[in-house]
């Protein structure tokens, strides 16, 4: 059973987007090789990869031409949460259907409050719905963006009654004491990934499976090493090093920052396009973090020539 | 120009689903006929429409076929807004081509906090999309909900850019101060609606266009009287006589009340069914409603047969 959950680095891959803002699936794939070769999975159409503004057909389209490339979908877990049951259960069934080996679930985000009732009853129906055993959902805590969080309570009750589809979790909280309490859940084989690979060696400590973090776009090399080596004495010293970088990308808005940066190292403008209402960040402010990237000695190996 | 824009009562209709959770749009039809009837217009696909646990596919399909049945697309304003730009553009270019004589437009709420130049930015390429002199669009202020406001120098910068295509907006907020700056704007023709008619009066009496509340799915024909007599002495005793009758269906979750009424005073308990995450009101919680609007002499006229 383990080897079918996953552990490790994962990145919420970006979407680049073609001058009309219409998805571009070729780079996006070249971006989905590169992070693979760097070592990190691909949690495509995540927070960080604007999947909430792409509509389903665009994300079905996407993954048939992703695997299409040869993308291998045993290391995709894409976001196929939605507001909407129908558009959940469809996108679901369909990564299911193309092999990848798990789906990051957002709670359906727009009414709220909603009783844990209703939350255990949407995911129910999703997993009686999709009605496969290689159906393998993480859980997304991300309370700021959704309102609807994911409570202790809600998870014991779904790995009780779903123990080979409800797998794991990404808690994007930032809360520690959360991560923590996932952990000390007592769910066999659960998998918990933080949010931000600040929170990773502290995680993988407490029994965490490992992490899924925008930074892993940009430097996918270094926050993989830390996960292969935390039980050695360099695991702390690996973790000081990854947050000067982490915090540079998070002192600006996040998802442009990445695009600034794969557009800066693979010498590509494509890659600075975003859809709204997310914003491009400014020439200055992109000139500002490469300054302070490069004070870091940060590079993209093999994107910059 | 004034009479291509909505005043008036508007019910955000609740939409009726078979045992398989599917749109019943027979049914749909049929709610939309009485409501009609009884002198309001149509917010189908609104937040008490949980249209936001529908697919795009699923809107298009329903809204043709309300309008292959008879249902006057003069007298719809439907919810199609959405967190994708490809969702919301194709939803509200299919309602213009339709007929529909506006779209109530959600901004996208995923993504928070969003700038105000990228909720601009949204609108401003959703209208270039869509591209028609007949697209009509009422902003939707609903922040409990979304977590992303509509604030007065994103819509003065909305109408200056855009006269002809921003011409309203509906405030579920149930701040009245919000609503009255809203009416204070001073945007030739804009037309302010307030969530609830427990604010219709007052809204009237500020210049205000009319509300577009959730109630109005079952106590219609008040609400409108109220509206068509607002300026007589009668008035203020007859927003008097609409507060309770809200304030026991406020008292309950709103979606499975408004079902549950409809469901009893039209003995058809196929109106029950909610989607999850919302969850269906216990058989004890409608006999309490039941009995709580028994005792106000509430009534759904040619429902209750």
């Given at each position: 059973m383990?080897?079918?959950r996953?552990?490790g680095?994962?990145?919420?891959?970006?979407?680049?987007?073609?001058?009309?803002l219409?998805?571009?699936a070729?780079r996006?794939?070249a971006?989905c090789q590169?992070l693979?070769?760097?070592?990190?999975?691909?949690?495509?159409?995540?927070?960080?990869?604007e999947?909430?503004?792409?509509?389903?057909?665009?994300?079905?389209?996407?993954?048939d031409?992703l695997?299409?490339?040869?993308?291998?979908?045993?290391?995709?877990?894409?976001?196929?949460?939605?507001?909407?049951?129908t558009?959940?259960?469809?996108?679901?069934?369909?990564?299911?259907?193309?092999g990848?080996?798990?789906?990051?679930m957002l709670?359906?985000?727009?009414?709220?409050?909603?009783?844990?009732?209703g939350?255990?009853?949407f995911y129910?129906?999703?997993?009686?719905r999709?009605?496969?055993?290689d159906?393998?959902i993480?859980l997304y805590?991300i309370?700021?963006?959704?309102?609807?969080p994911i409570?202790?309570?809600?998870?014991?009750?779904?790995?009780?009654?779903y123990?080979?589809?409800?797998?794991?979790?990404?808690?994007?909280s930032g809360?520690w004491?959360n991560?923590?309490?996932y952990?000390?859940g007592?769910?066999?084989d659960?998998r918990v990934?933080?949010?931000?690979?600040?929170?990773l060696?502290?995680?993988?400590?407490?029994?965490?499976?490992?992490?899924?973090?925008a930074?892993?776009?940009?430097?996918?090399?270094?926050?993989?090493?830390?996960?292969?080596?935390?039980?050695?004495?360099?695991?702390e010293?690996?973790q000081?090093q990854?947050?000067?970088?982490?915090?540079?990308?998070?002192?600006f808005?996040?998802?442009?920052?990445l695009?600034?940066a794969?557009s800066?190292?693979?010498?590509?403008p494509?890659?600075?396009?975003?859809r709204p209402?997310?914003?491009?960040?400014?020439?200055d402010?992109v000139?500002?973090?490469?300054s302070?990237?490069?004070?870091?000695?940060?590079?993209?190996?093999?994107l910059?020539g």
């Amino acid at each position: 059973m383990s080897s079918k959950r996953f552990s490790g680095v994962l990145a919420p891959v970006i979407t680049p987007f073609k001058e009309d803002l219409s998805p571009d699936a070729q780079r996006l794939a070249a971006h989905c090789q590169w992070l693979v070769n760097q070592g990190v999975g691909l949690a495509v159409f995540g927070t960080n990869s604007e999947a909430n503004s792409l509509s389903t057909d665009e994300k079905i389209d996407l993954l048939d031409q992703l695997i299409a490339s040869g993308v291998d979908p045993a290391l995709m877990m894409p976001g196929t949460g939605s507001c909407s049951l129908t558009d959940c259960v469809r996108l679901t069934a369909h990564a299911v259907k193309r092999g990848c080996a798990g789906s990051l679930m957002l709670p359906p985000f727009y009414f709220k409050p909603v009783s844990e009732d209703g939350l255990f009853a949407f995911y129910a129906e999703v997993i009686e719905r999709v009605a496969s055993p290689d159906l393998k959902i993480y859980l997304y805590h991300i309370p700021a963006f959704t309102g609807v969080p994911i409570v202790v309570p809600l998870i014991d009750r779904l790995v009780k009654s779903y123990p080979e589809n409800i797998v794991g979790i990404k808690d994007s909280s930032g809360d520690w004491g959360n991560t923590k309490a996932y952990n000390a859940g007592g769910w066999p084989d659960f998998r918990v990934f933080c949010g931000s690979e600040s929170l990773l060696l502290q995680n993988l400590q407490h029994g965490g499976a490992g992490c899924i973090s925008a930074t892993a776009n940009v430097n996918p090399a270094a926050i993989k090493a830390l996960y292969n080596n935390w039980q050695t004495a360099e695991a702390e010293k690996m973790q000081q090093q990854l947050n000067p970088v982490r915090n540079i990308f998070q002192s600006f808005p996040m998802i442009p920052a990445l695009k600034a940066a794969t557009s800066l190292y693979s010498d590509d403008p494509n890659w600075r396009r975003v859809r709204p209402p997310i914003m491009t960040m400014s020439d200055d402010q992109v000139s500002e973090m490469q300054s302070q990237l490069e004070a870091l000695g940060f590079d993209m190996p093999e994107l910059s020539g």
